[in-house]
């Protein structure tokens, strides 16, 4: 079954740095095309942070621009997202969302991870 695990979120004081990292876990899949990082704070929709084509493409919100940097690295089916200068108001859940292919030729799914936590104290 397809497996989106996200580590790397915890705690950590304004203005510092942590890297978040996705992976896809059973190792079953064909290919992952584009890829996203998206964030959840209480009482907040999900938003989009960062995302990354399979060719390299990146796309950042404009509230983590000059501050993330999405990487991927395709052969291994992982996706990263460093966060520098880190502000309390970055605080959320941090989710990771792959567009998948399970087979060759197969069809196209999309797939989220449960979250990690990151806490930005002030």
């Known amino acids: 079954q397809v497996q989106l695990v996200e580590s790397g979120g915890g705690l950590v004081q304004a203005g510092g740095s942590l890297t978040l990292s996705c992976a896809e876990a059973?190792?079953?899949?064909?290919?992952?095309?584009?890829m996203g990082w998206y964030r959840q704070a209480p009482g907040k929709q999900r938003e989009l942070v960062a995302t990354?084509?399979?060719?390299?493409?990146?796309n950042y919100a404009d509230l983590v621009k000059g501050r993330f940097t999405m990487s991927r690295d395709n052969a291994k089916n992982l996706a990263y997202l460093q966060m520098n200068s880190l502000k309390p108001e970055d605080t959320a859940v941090y989710y990771c969302?792959?567009?998948?292919?399970?087979?060759?030729?197969?069809?196209?799914?999309?797939?989220w991870g449960q979250g990690t936590q990151v806490t930005v104290s002030s």
């Open positions: 969302k792959g567009r998948i292919l399970r087979v060759v030729g197969g069809d196209e799914y999309e797939y």
């Open positions: 990354m084509t399979r060719g390299g493409n990146r």
């Open positions: 059973s190792g079953r899949i064909f290919r992952i095309n584009d």
